[in-house]
């Protein structure tokens, strides 16, 4: 397959993907439940919500990217749809790629209306424009493959695989620096705060909203890169194992 038409598959599976955003569990759990978080943490207590606003931003950055990717495959085998997308002259990277874009789409375009928000509404000040464009950008990427990659058993259930994505992502929000910064964790949860992509989201858009970071940009970049590209490959690899079963 030419360059040129593999572009073209990626981008129309990302615009057929567009049917899922207003399914119910992708609003769920990629817009009410960060800001039902936000408001249950912040509700009763003395902080400044200016200072936790790049925290917040992070969360909902992580479970809108992520929200999509973990539906579209099952969904698909369900109805059926999924034998039908790989008749046409597409790869398993094509329709992988087509995910991920589509949601990386969503939850980039939603971030970044949270971010105008709060910019407007409760004088978040944007420290650093690049490394602010650049956390939006990997982070809707990365989770967005991280989703994908959840819809990668061979599950048919979309439950199933929702259970699996909610097992692996409410522990994150806990460790990733969002309500306890890094600065005051410390042994197992320390170590274990760095083993998740969040982590460095949070981290980075620390830096470019005059927050506290604690790690050097570029490491977090490098990082969130590392991640994305894993994501990315581990995806591709269980879909195509998946195909080849039959799954």
Known sequence: MNFSLAVRGVLITAGKNSIYYKKAPVIIFGLLFPLFMFISFYLGREVDVAVFFPGFLAMTLFFTA????????????????????????????????GDALAGALFGGVLSVMVMVTGIIFLGTAVTDVIFVSIAMLLGSACFSAMGVLMASTSSRTPSNVMMLSSLVRFPMIFISGIFVPLSQLDGALLTLSYLSPLTYLVDLLNAGLGGNSTLPAWLDILVLLLFTTVFMGVANMFHRRNLAKGN
């Open 66 to 97: 992520s929200a999509l990717g973990p539906l579209i495959t099952p969904w698909e085998k369900q109805a059926g749809t999924y034998e039908r997308l790989l008749s046409y002259p597409v790869t398993i990277g094509t329709i992988v790629a």
